[in-house]
């Protein structure tokens, strides 16, 4: 029983890797497992999250189930 | 008519221009945009990342958009991922339409929201190491105009 | 920096794309413009003529003007004259920049006003015989944009 | 000593050859000499005028010297 979350770009740095396993459950609780300043990154305002390959909205509410993958957006590079 | 994808290995820009004109010979006109990686400025090589889930169907849903909004016989992006040196091809859209001002501006829109709204994170190796590059405040003008 | 060619035989735009892409590594991004002789509307052949002591020169000075315009690193504009058959390539526009934008507007520019002002004569062979090719008010609206 | 006439594009068709060879002499004395119905098309409003490939500005006062180029251009094709 375990979700996966994916850090894409300056993320990865932060989390010292591009996923991680986590157990499953809601998200709020997934993230106090964390490293506190990666959480803090993780949930920054302008980081998207797409839950199985689906934009999220927000945040708020979100379990995590078995197999689940949470990706965590940083905004894009651009140029 | 819609050519879109995503490579994680080198291409041949201009053969992958030849072809598409090829392709449209009702087309009186192609334009094509070609991104490469700069040579000069200290990069060692550049890396693009994406998000398989989201990145190419975002770059279909893109295509869709400006085959939607101009009246165009064929619509071309390829874009690389993973690790390039200087010359390589990033990016390559090419628009082919009966009219030019169409082609012009279906590139010219692909682009901006190619380079601002796609899911691809960049970063950069100089003698410094690896640095991941931010948005620009450019790309998200260059998106205002539409 | 600046290659304009008005060429009497047939050329190979995705060779001279190819080339002009390698001439300017520093430049970020290149926009090109490829016009064509169209295939499927009954025309059988297209003919150029051009006044030789006001063509070239003229030219030169439309990509003298784009350069002074926009930062470019480079600009190329080859353009056909003589006789044409659907598939043949008519004229080649490119402009090589560190930025995306510069480019796109200097390749839309100098299409703008090499279609409209510069001295060319074109006809077209249908099975009715030739026709000459009288101007486009859609020309004279693209040029009023800049 | 004679001049040429030029002819592009329509022009040329209407001249039936795409160069005429004329005496020397003012414009308008070269111009009474062909067909009138060419005349009236050379001096047509949208016809742009060069003399040894400078554009004039207006075709009055013209007088062609012997190997003078005198170009009559037609509007340009466009598209």
Redesign the interface.
Known sequence: MAARLIFLGRLEDAAGASEREVACGPLAEILATLDPALAVQLLGERVRLALNGVLLAEAGGVVLADDDELAFLPPVSGG | MRDVRLLDLGFD???E??RF??GH????????????V????GVEALEL?H?A??TLPGMRALADAVLARWALDGLLIVHRIGVMV??DPIVLVAAAA????D??AA??FA?DHL?????????EKTSDGWR?????D??RR?LARW
């Not at chain 2, 010979?25 to 490469?36: K, N």
């Not at chain 2, 700069?38 to 400025?41: F, H, L, V």
């Not at chain 2, 991941?132 to 620009?136: F, L, Q, T, V």
């Open positions: 820009p201009s053969l221009l030849e004109t090829a010979p009702q087309a009186g006109g192609v334009v094509s945009f070609l991104g490469q700069r040579q000069g400025e990342r998000y889930p989201l200087p010359r009966r009219h030019r001002r082609a012009f590139a010219d682009m380079k601002s709204e796609s899911w691809f994170w960049k970063r991941w590059i931010e948005p620009r450019e790309d260059d």
